[in-house]
């Protein structure tokens, strides 16, 4: 069998879901080996090698920052790590970083990228959602190895029947593209909230909160939802742009989405319609939401979300 | 902020299908259907940031507006015009239908090496219809410049270009030194208007139309042929159907919470 790479930003002890999945995913495709352009202990080696990764490439001196030009390193690694597997495809994080360094790989390699991906076959037939949602493709490459960024919560990992014994590989790589440089970077705030693209449940907030988000955050956490909003909500400072849902923000496919105060414009909509169950509150009875919500509430939410929260607890207890 | 030499600034523009209407893929090529098209919404804030960097610098900065696709994807170039760039650039062929990012990267980046040294070429932070992203890299990659991408703000000083870039876990702040590729986001400016002012104006500025033999792009490496992905099966999502609506009577969280149970989701 040939063999596929998965790349993966940073290699957490255990391994994170995230990781696995990519790690899933390229099985389909190949015997998988990592390659990191970070550190890799012997600890992750044997992780890796129970998940059924059969080799990891890091470039030699990895993490000591002997590479300042923004991304291109890792283009090069990957590269080469290509050119000596022979590999049949490379699976990749469908993040910001992921797309740029899949989408660098291609032109280095005259090789097709497809993006957003929800499942990968093992003949290599990638399916993803298009158009806001609207229509489902599956798309193939007409030569080459295949380049794929895949979504997160898409493939799900079972550990194989058997672990392998990795060899951890250390390449040489030079970095030889002008590249941008980093500046500073700063780590965020971490919410203890379910990640919004993780979670099962998402508690949305639009215009209609008029400046107070507190009930929706009040229902997420008797639910143990995760935080979303509308780009009014965003735009009006209400809340972080990191939990914008939509064609601009982040997509979403909960088992259940509720929506307070957003009126459903079609830009939000793109972002989160496919979720399996929506409910929607919003005092507008004519606002577009409620033609795609399985349950509509006319009313105002400072009222139903509380109540709801409160019931939810109640019977929890 | 600025430059105190003039900039050159190309804003990539894409004639892509109104997303305020249903949007179709044809169910015998698996192309997307493009009548009812406009300038990508998310183009608007590349012109409008090629804009404030020419406004920002030396005198005699310019701004040239850039597209590929047929015939009418000229009025994405025009409405850029009418935003106040200053002339456009319409690449346009048959053969180049069906283009992946990898081929239309190849003909964008043949007619900006065709357009003149530049110092920034700025784009979207993706298009509206296949929305892969992948294009600015891929121009940075065959441009050999650096890339500083989906930047939610840009500052440009002498020349040395800064943004702001925000991932999940971290937000980064990068540079580079010019030329250089840029990508903005929705979130780096407010995109101008076309006023009376410039619409008028635009109506006097020139587009210039090339072939790919104009670029010296051969039909091979274009369209399907020089795609190095293809589209094998479409299919229609059912559209979602509304359900049940109540009006709250005071006890709509109530039925809410009981509505929630139901899914068995917690």
Redesign the interface.
């Known amino acids: 069998m040939a063999f596929s790479l998965v790349y993966l930003d940073s290699i957490s002890s255990p391994l994170s879901g995230a990781s696995l999945e990519l790690i899933a995913a390229g099985r389909r495709l190949g015997d998988p080996v990592v390659v990191s352009a970070q550190p890799v202990s012997d600890e992750s080696v044997a992780e890796l090698g129970a998940a059924g990764v059969s080799g990891v490439v890091v470039p030699e001196n990895a993490g000591t920052e002997a590479h300042t030009n923004f991304l291109t390193f890792e283009t090069q690694l990957l590269a080469i790590a290509l050119s000596e597997t022979e590999a049949s495809g490379v699976v990749l994080p469908n993040s910001l970083n992921g797309k740029e360094i899949a989408a660098r790989l291609g032109v280095k390699l005259n090789a097709g990228v497809v993006t957003d991906a929800v499942d990968i076959a093992e003949d290599g037939t990638v399916t993803k959602s298009v158009l806001a949602g609207a229509y489902t493709t599956q798309a193939r490459v007409t030569e080459g190895p295949l380049i794929v960024t895949l979504k997160a919560n898409s493939v799900e990992y079972t550990a194989p029947a058997a672990a392998e014994e990795p060899d951890l590989l250390e390449i040489p790589v030079e970095d030889p593209a002008p590249g941008a440089r980093v500046v500073e970077v700063r780590e965020k705030a971490v919410s203890g909230r379910p990640d919004l693209t993780a979670a099962r449940i998402v508690v949305s907030g639009g215009r209609g909160v008029d400046g107070d988000f507190t009930p929706v955050e009040d229902l997420a956490d008797a639910l143990g939802a995760a935080v979303g909003a509308s780009r009014a909500a965003v735009d009006a400072g209400w809340i972080n742009h990191d939990l914008q849902v939509g064609q601009t923000g982040k997509t979403v496919a909960p088992q259940l989405y509720i929506a307070a105060g957003i009126s459903g414009a079609i830009q939000h909509k793109a972002g989160m319609q496919t979720s399996r169950v929506i409910v929607a509150v919003n005092d507008d009875p004519d606002s577009p939401i409620f033609e795609i919500a399985d349950l509509g509430i006319v009313g105002d939410l400072k009222n139903v979300l509380p109540q709801a929260a409160a019931e939810l607890r109640k019977r929890n207890d | 902020m600025g430059s105190p030499n003039p900039v050159r600034v190309l804003a990539l523009v894409k004639y892509v299908p109104d ?2 209407f ?2 179709h ?1 044809d169910s015998a090529e ?1 192309r ?1 259907v493009r009548t009812e098209s406009i300038l990508s919404e ?1 183009d608007e804030y590349a012109v409008e940031a090629a804009l404030q960097l020419k406004e920002s610098s030396a005198a005699g900065s310019t701004v040239v507006a850039l597209t590929v696709g047929p015939e009418q994807a000229v009025n994405a170039v025009k409405k850029a015009l009418q935003m106040g760039a200053d002339e456009g650039i319409h690449v346009s062929d048959p053969a180049i239908a069906g283009s ?3 081929a239309t ?1 190849r003909v964008l980046a043949a007619a900006i090496e065709k357009a003149g040294p530049f110092d920034v070429v700025i784009t979207g ?1 993706s298009s ?11 121009l ?3 441009l ?7 930047a ?1 703000s840009v500052e440009l000083e002498g020349s040395t270009l ?1 943004i702001t ?12 030194d010019l030329p ?1 590729v840029l990508s903005v ?3 780096a400016n407010e995109p101008r208007y076309p006023n009376f002012k410039g619409i008028m104006a635009a109506k006097r500025k020139t587009v210039e139309t090339l072939t790919l033999a104009d670029l010296g792009v051969s039909a091979d490496e274009v369209g ?1 042929a020089g ?11 059912p559209a ?1 159907v ?7 009577d ?12 139901a ?1 068995k ?2």
């Open positions: 997303a305020q249903d949007r893929i698996h997307m998310l992946d990012a990898l990267s932070l509206t219809d296949a929305e892969t992203s992948l294009v600015p890299a891929q940075a990659e065959r050999s410049v650096p890339l500083l991408s989906f939610n800064r870039r925000d991932s999940d876990a971290v937000s980064y702040v990068l540079e580079a250089a986001t929705d979130q399907t795609s190095r992905t293809v589209v094998v099966a479409s299919e229609e999502r979602r509304g359900g049940n609506v109540i009006t709250d005071g006890e709509a969280g109530l039925r809410l919470a009981e509505f929630i149970l899914q989701v917690l």
